[in-house]
């Protein structure tokens, strides 16, 4: 059984920032990619930001320059640093992970709302 669970959402200004954290769990043999998705009301979800196990990051042209996704191997942890943050980023943001446990399959968190608003 893998568990992601995600920290970190919550409400804040336009401009401000917020760090997301997930965390994965389980009996998990090897992780390769984690990354942050994001899907708005009315909207398809979309990926933001993705790192690799390696460290090789891929981001959204929307958020390049003001969100930075890293990640802490020894803990099985991705964070999602945002900075300067718009309305246009409200959205709930998964986590997910590409990692090995009997096989390789996707496995997603269950969800943190952001909210951007005065």
């Known amino acids: 059984q893998v568990q992601l669970v995600e920290s970190g959402g919550g409400l804040v200004q336009p401009g401000g920032s917020l760090r997301l954290s997930c965390a994965a769990s389980?009996?998990?043999?090897?992780?390769?990619?984690m990354g942050w998705h994001r899907q708005a009301p009315g909207k398809q979800r979309e990926l933001v930001a993705s790192?690799?196990?390696?460290?090789?990051?891929n981001y959204a042209d929307s958020v390049k320059g003001r969100f930075t996704i890293s990640r802490d191997n020894a803990k099985n942890t991705v964070y999602l640093q945002m900075n300067n943050l718009k309305p246009e980023d409200t959205a709930i943001y998964y986590c997910?992970?590409?990692?090995?446990?009997?096989?390789?399959?996707?496995?997603w968190g269950q969800g943190t709302q952001v909210t951007v608003s005065s």
């Open positions: 790192i690799t196990s390696g460290g090789n990051t």
């Open positions: 997910n992970s590409l990692l090995r446990v009997d096989r390789v399959a996707n496995y």
């Open positions: 389980g009996s998990i043999f090897s992780i390769y990619v």
